[in-house]
């Protein structure tokens, strides 16, 4: 079985740039959330989803958006992309009550 | 509000036991996890731990909870240089988002 899926898995955007990352779960995963790895810390939460619908935003600013698509699969936007903006973005997706299996990342870079 | 702190920092020599510690703040944690990064790659769930257990085992990994003290550890016997990562706690209520602390990094010795 495929784990969870991410695309691309670098990419490097000028500042005020718009990027959008994807993310496939697992199959049969209703839940899928996103995390910002900044180099040297522990993963922040940004959103959760789950059946389509927001359940949780992290303390991220506007520019930072996502939505859910009916087979589950996520996306990530951020607008007016800004140097502190680089990162490994991290998708999780997770089936009831076990953990949460993460996606290898997409590694971020804005000059 | 809610705060995972963990070391930064453990060496040990292969074939010992490692023993990662984490403390967290939020008393409505519901579920503890123990993750694996590895460089360049992303989060590998090792175990977790429902809040109202004291220990699970898992093979070689040992989880002990001290819900009191809201201390966390993740015991690693017969420590092998591919164990050598940075290994993440992280808490959630009822399953929700993660909440992570910054990671201690092992290094096994040969």
């Known amino acids: 079985d495929a784990g969870v899926t991410q695309s691309p898995t670098h990419l490097i955007k000028t500042r005020g740039q718009h990027v959008t990352l994807r993310c496939s779960p697992i199959?049969?995963?209703?839940?899928v959330s996103w995390y910002q790895q900044v180099l040297g810390q522990g993963p922040q939460f940004i959103f959760q989803?789950?059946?389509?619908?927001?359940?949780g935003r992290g303390n991220f600013p506007d520019r930072f958006s996502a939505r859910q698509f009916p087979n589950y699969s996520s996306e990530l936007n951020v607008n007016a992309l800004l140097l502190g903006d680089s990162a490994l973005y991290l998708c999780?997706?997770?089936?009831?009550?076990?953990?949460?299996?993460f996606g290898s990342g997409t590694r971020l870079t804005v000059v | 509000g809610e705060d995972v702190e963990q070391s930064l920092f453990l060496s040990v020599r292969e074939g010992d036991s490692s023993v990662i510690n984490c403390t967290y703040t939020?008393?409505?944690?519901?579920?503890l996890y123990w993750y694996k990064q590895e460089p360049g790659a992303g989060l590998q769930l090792l175990t977790y731990i429902f809040s109202n257990m004291d220990m699970k085992q898992d093979q070689r990994l040992t989880v002990l909870l001290n819900k009191k003290d809201k201390h966390l550890s993740l015991r690693i016997a017969d420590t092998q240089t591919g164990d050598s990562a940075i290994y993440f706690c992280a808490e959630s209520i009822a399953g929700n988002m993660l909440t992570f602390g910054g990671g201690t990094r092992l290094m096994v010795k040969p």
């Open positions: 999780a997706s997770r089936h009831d009550r076990d953990g949460y299996t």
């Open positions: 199959s049969g995963h209703k839940s």
């Open positions: 989803y789950y059946e389509k619908e927001e359940r």
């Open positions: 939020d008393s409505s944690s519901t579920y």
